[in-house]
């Protein structure tokens, strides 16, 4: 069972244009969502996270926006930049059912062109 | 300050064998959280530690096993290796629970089980 789910395995977007990753989640106790980007031969590096009780959070270039009603979240990063091409993954924890365990989604690369 | 260290960075294994990766949190993180990345998917949990004990555990056979140490370095045994092991295992560390502010992953084990 599949609770969060990316479903664009990759996305393509013009240096200075803006990135939207999508999420999407079946789980209504989870309670915090994160993002992440990865890397090759490196680990997951944390981007941005927002709770539940939120819709939007913006840190720099990067903002997240949490759909609950639709069980949607998604990452906005503007403007693109090439050093942004990574895999983005998307991640929620329920903490009173499942403590701050990470869900992750299968995850999207993003290839920003110069 | 160094990061979340992880060894080996590579291994290889045999069906049946027995193998221990180790884990070495940010100083002063006292969680850490054990996931298994699979090729095209994204991290699965595996276990979390908090404190030297044990805060949950992921969908995973009683092959999987971990442990914390006083120092919050931690291992993570797996036993009767079979193919489908295979996969790059990521240690992560927070200080508290890392679903706001981000769990700090580690650049992972890569393990092939031949």
């Known amino acids: 069972d599949q609770q969060v789910k990316q479903n664009s395995p990759s996305l393509s977007v013009q240096e200075g244009r803006i990135s939207i990753l999508n999420c999407d989640y079946t789980?209504?106790?989870?309670?915090?969502f994160l993002w992440y980007k990865k890397y090759p031969a490196e680990g997951p590096t944390f981007l941005i996270s927002?709770?539940?009780?939120?819709d939007k959070n913006e840190d720099g270039r990067f903002t997240v926006f949490l759909n609950k009603s639709a069980k949607h979240l998604s990452l906005h990063i503007v403007p693109s930049q090439p050093g942004d091409s990574a895999v983005y993954f998307c991640?929620?924890?329920?903490?009173?059912?499942?403590?701050?365990?990470?869900?992750f989604g299968e995850g999207t690369q993003l290839t920003v062109n110069p | 300050d160094a990061g979340v260290t992880q060894s080996p960075t590579h291994l290889i294994k045999t069906r049946g064998q027995h193998v221990t990766l180790r884990c070495s949190p940010i100083?002063?993180?006292?969680?850490v959280s054990w996931y298994q990345q699979v090729l095209g998917q994204g991290p699965q949990f595996i276990f979390q530690?908090?404190?030297?004990?044990?805060?949950g555990r992921g969908n995973f056979p009683d092959r999987f096993s971990a442990r914390q140490f006083p120092n919050y370095s931690s291992e993570l045994n797996v036993n009767a290796l079979l193919l489908g092991d295979s996969a790059l295992y990521l240690c992560?560390?927070?200080f508290g629970g890392g679903y706001l502010y981000g769990y700090t992953f580690g650049s992972g084990t890569r393990l092939t089980v031949v």
């Open positions: 992560a560390s927070s």
């Open positions: 100083s002063g993180h006292k969680s």
């Open positions: 991640a929620a924890s329920a903490l009173e059912t499942s403590g701050s365990r990470l869900t």
């Open positions: 789980n209504s106790m989870f309670d915090y």
């Open positions: 530690y908090y404190e030297k004990e044990e805060r």
């Open positions: 927002i709770s539940s009780i939120k």
